[in-house]
């Protein structure tokens, strides 16, 4: 049989590890927020880029490598 002192003791530790856990939880899902944000950031990166050389193949006449876009930028 356990005794009432272990049986609040327990309680009290099984309380203390939920705040714990509900403190990680919500440091996790702030971590997944800023992490959404970056990939969302990155993804305007990469389509601003894309239409950027577009442009500059447009603006070339012909579809160049991009090595020599970058070597004709530099």
């Known amino acids: 049989m356990v005794r009432p002192g272990r049986f609040s003791d327990r309680i009290e530790s099984l309380r203390a590890s939920e705040r714990d856990l509900a403190g ?9 927020e800023y992490l ?4 969302r950031q990155a993804r305007e990166q990469v389509r601003y880029y894309e239409g950027l050389l577009a442009l500059l193949r447009r603006d070339f006449g012909r579809s160049p490598s991009l090595v020599e876009v970058v070597r004709r930028l530099g």
Not at 24 to 32: M, N, P
Not at 36 to 39: E, Q, T
């Open 36 to 39: 959404r944000l970056k990939v």
């Open 24 to 32: 990680e939880v919500a440091q996790l899902r702030r971590e997944e």
